[in-house]
T-cell receptor
Framework: DSGVTQTPKHLITATGQRVTLRCSPR?????VYWYQQSLDQGLQFLIQ???????AKGNILERFSAQQFPDLHSELNLSSLELGDSALYFC??????????????FGPGTRLTVL | AQKVTQAQTEISVVEKEDVTLDCVYE???????LFWYKQPPSGELVFLIR??????QNEISGRYSWNFQKSTSSFNFTITASQVVDSAVYFC????????????FGQGTELSVKP
């Protein structure tokens, strides 16, 4: 158990809908990262937050957004869902500023299925 | 552009065999970190090791060992006396100084250890 929690574990929804994925980092970690794992794209970095502020952005679609709250939990919002958004979404956390020395610990993931 | 290549898509071995998983990376940065993660069938990503670009010493942890060679841009992972519980997908990842904490993952190697 990495100490990173993600809810829900599974999510099934329809095209065009909006969903919210939630992540709680390990105790004491200030940085949160979101990744998407799909069969065709592999593991892709989406976005990083540090202490409530966006720190880095990867290949995140405009239909996707995220935020980190004062209690450091983070939410990833996916809207206007398409079939291709079906994937496993991971949250990871690290202790410091998110610099390259940090080890990222991953949550169990949320499996999103868009029908 | 930065890139991580795991050329072996799938490897199948019989229990007690030694197996080496290859990882080759490309980076223009002199300061970077390399990681290995394990993804068992249950789906979570488990951190195995972190190595920085200035430390080329090999590392051994139980049946696991890692060989980092900057001259060939490789960071290979060897499992000695493999066990069925080692069956998983293994990912190599790169984090560069100029990209902050973002992890760039290889496509993964699926290891199947048969009894």
């Amino acid at each position: 158990d990495s100490g990173v929690t993600q809810t829900p574990k599974h999510l099934i929804t329809a095209t065009g809908q909006r969903v919210t994925l939630r992540c709680s980092p390990r105790s004491g970690d200030l940085s949160v990262y979101w990744y998407q794992q799909s069969l065709d794209q592999g593991l892709q970095f989406l976005i990083q937050y540090y202490n409530g502020e966006e720190r880095a952005k990867g290949n995140i679609l405009e239909r996707f957004s995220a935020q980190q709250f004062p209690d450091l939990h983070s939410e990833l919002n996916l809207s206007s869902l398409e079939l291709g958004d079906s994937a496993l979404y991971f949250c990871a956390s690290s202790i410091r500023t998110g610099g390259i020395a940090d080890t990222q610990y991953f949550g169990p993931g949320t499996r999103l299925t868009v029908l | 552009a930065q890139k991580v290549t795991q050329a072996q898509t799938e490897i199948s071995v019989v229990e007690k065999e030694d197996v080496t998983l290859d990882c080759v990376y490309e980076t223009r940065d002199t300061t970077y970190y390399l990681f290995w993660y394990k993804q068992p069938p249950s789906g979570e990503l488990v951190f195995l090791i972190r190595r920085n670009s200035f430390d080329e010493q090999n590392e051994i942890s139980g049946r696991y060992s890692w060989n980092f060679q900057k001259s060939t841009s490789s960071f290979n992972f060897t499992i000695t006396a493999s066990q069925v519980v080692d069956s998983a997908v293994y990912f190599c990842a790169l984090s560069e100084a100029w990209e902050g904490g973002k992890l760039i993952f290889g496509q993964g190697t699926e290891l199947s250890v048969k009894p």
